[in-house]
């Protein structure tokens, strides 16, 4: 056996953007003779090997095997029957569409002379620095995919995507194509569960069985969506446990139209399939062209659903953020949207920041209306230029002060739409998604800019660096608030128009590079109506996201428990706002909207000018005790020790500390009983031999409960809390005592 070790690394497959190198070493092993790959990594091993037909086929992804334990060879499938023939259940690697296959292909393409036919077979395996390419051909076609593996020493997660080159005479079409598929151990028992949701009720955790047939989850939007978010889990059972059981789940780090298919074939073979959206895609490539998919990514654990977004979540924060493997801590924000809407002006937004620095915010963000003739949502977008007479002097007073009061300043932006009231789409109506002679279909009084457009593409860079480079703004809210209609680009020959779902996103992705890499100290959220653009792919260029335009507090505990399972607490924002709440008319305490938006990155959005100095008193205290404990929140380990769902009234989080000195504890009631008692919380985590003493944010357990105790007690005799009334909740840190 010839054994290679190799240090691996993250790069995105769009090359725009830059590769980020790896700690740690999982290891690779090359079986020669049997013609075996095997990848361990954290607590997986992954293997897939070449069987006698030629095809690559997974042969094993879980837990972390010894070395020396058996793995292949790769055997052809047998025949069932005359409609199964020899290899056509296979679990390929990546399969194109073509001999005698059933499974879902992850490549079909069509050339120019009519052939359809795609048979992709093992060519050779080469080593490129820190990534394993397994390159697959069909000769007589003169198509070429190279396979890229990565994986994570840490964490086992595993990174796949695919180069598809045309090296025949001919022009072809590419149909669809995935990134990767991931075969699952054949069983007839697995269920699934993915993430839906709307505008203001986003991110629902849904559980459903695997039968035979295909479960799609896709958008068709032009971007991410929320309806379903490219996020999958697959277990044993329909009895999910937080801390037991074998769970498979992955990630799509793509921001466009996607696609993620879950089959199951008559002899139980579960096969996952995830890349761009095959629906009205079509990307042709002249003979020397090439097309990249995004990555997949994927991992496994046998410690249940908890650990699965445990991993998720450190991986995130030390692979795939732009600051990784350390990003800073989200400072605590203030947003003026909801105390001026477009209403804004230099003297409101100065008191605004005085109160919000006596309040100890560290971020004063200015929402929308500051540009253009933005004086309602039906006017101004694509103008990116200061509203005089709002600003007579410009922004640069207003910052000034701003940063006189100690904190950093923010704009509210959206580059990528534009009003059919704006300069902009004045000068430039053609710049705009559309089909001529065509309706062009408005959403929020707004139109998408074609970024596919090298010249939309370069205007909006250039807009924006004009912006950063005359203002010393550190951080951008990038929002997003429509999706795509009439996805037309006319400019280009009709064979090439289908590119933009590719094209339009691999710009987005360069426009945020270039910012970043020209403006290094600015940050960037990604928001889309609330949470309709979160991805890995976002992500890696973004270091923060918006969950949801719906900030009542109860409804975000659902909110933000359903964005845990894929996302990490640390890149979440939540704001306390007003009371009642303008979503649903919700009435809360201001104690219960603190600890409610402390889960996640901390921010305020209300019309903090009316609070009472009690209220200002409380939000003082809140903050404070907030900067003590984020790094906990934002960057430890996250357990979910009671969901809240339709019929349970309960929440409770527990953030560990990376060094497991802070343990921070949150428990909610959305509605009281009068004859029940709060659950027990049972902590986990800790370290049973330590001792904990814990302190009140807000909120106390029952009498008699010690001042400390070991970390023993308090995973398991547990700790009784004092919630009896609606909207209750309570706050404690737990910290280790002695070394």
Known sequence: MIRTKIRWMLALSLAAIPTMGWAGAPSLHVDATHKVFRIDAGDITYAMGVNDDGALQTLYWGGRLQAGDPLGPATLPKSRS??????????????????????????????????????????????????????????????????????????????????????????????????ASWNLPPASDYSLRYLTGTWASEWHLRTRPITPGATVLESRR??????????????????????????????????????????????????????????????????????????????????????????????????????????????????????????????????????????????????????????????????????????????????????????????????????????????????????????????????????????????????????????DIQFLKWDYNRNWSEPGWPQVAAEDQQKVYVTYVRHLYDILHRLRQKHPGVEIESCSGGGARVDLGI?????????????????????????????????????????????????????FRFLSSMQGGLGIGAKILEWTPAEQATARQYIAAYKDIRATVQQGRLYRLLSPGEQVPYSATESVAGDGRQTVLFAFLRQGHEASDYPTIYLQGLDASARYRWRSIHGKPVAGTPAQASGAYWMNHGIDLLLHDDLDAAGLVFERVGS
């Open 82 to 179: 005359s409609f199964d023939p020899d290899g056509a259940n296979t679990p390929q690697e990546y399969a194109g569409w073509g001999g005698p296959i059933t499974i879902a292909p992850d490549l079909k393409v069509h050339f120019a002379d009519g052939n359809r036919d795609l048979v992709l077979r093992y060519d050779s395996y080469r080593i490129d620095k820190d990534t394993l390419i397994v390159t697959l051909r069909d000769a007589k076609a003169g198509v070429l995919v190279d396979l890229t593996y990565r994986a994570d020493a840490d964490t086992g997660i595993l990174g796949r995507s695919a180069h598809i080159v045309n090296r025949s005479g001919q022009a072809l079409i590419v149909d669809s194509a995935a990134a």
């Open 222 to 471: 032009g971007s991410t969506g929320d309806q379903n978010n490219p996020w999958f889990a697959i277990a044993h059972g329909d009895a999910w446990n937080e801390s037991h059981g074998r769970v498979w789940f992955g990630a799509l780090a793509w921001s466009g139209s996607w696609s993620i298919r879950i089959d199951q074939d008559v002899l139980n073979q579960v096969r996952v399939t995830g890349g761009f959206n095959p629906f009205d895609f079509g990307y042709r490539l002249q003979p020397g062209q090439s097309l990249d998919t995004p990555v997949f990514y994927a991992g496994y654990t046998d410690q249940g659903i908890g650990e699965a977004s445990r991993l998720l979540h450190r991986f995130e924060l030390t692979r795939v953020l732009p600051q990784a493997p350390a990003p800073r801590l989200r400072p605590v924000l203030y947003n003026s949207w909801e105390a001026t809407e477009f209403k804004v002006n230099e003297s409101d937004q100065e008191r605004l920041a005085e109160k919000a620095a006596a309040l100890g915010v560290e971020r004063f963000v200015i929402d929308d209306g500051w540009f253009g003739a933005r004086d309602s949502d039906h006017a101004g977008l694509g103008d990116w230029t200061v509203n005089r007479q709002k600003f007579p002097n410009g922004l640069k007073p207003l910052i000034d002060k701003v940063h006189g009061l100690g904190m950093s300043f923010g704009l509210w932006v959206e580059p990528e739409m534009v009003n059919p009231d704006s300069d902009l789409y004045r000068r430039h109506p053609d710049w705009v998604l559309h089909f001529d002679g065509r309706q062009r279909s408005e959403g929020r009084h707004q139109l998408v800019l074609n970024l596919a457009r090298e010249d939309v593409r370069q205007y909006v860079f250039d807009v924006l660096d004009t912006l950063l480079s005359q203002n």
């Open 539 to 591: 992500m890696s260029l973004t270091d923060e996201v918006w969950p949801s335009d719906n900030t009542d507090p109860s409804d975000r505990l659902s909110i933000q428990d359903g964005f845990s399972y894929a996302y990490a607490p640390g890149v979440m924002m939540s704001w306390v706002t007003g009371s009642p709440n303008w979503v649903n008319n919700r009435q809360s305490s201001l104690d």
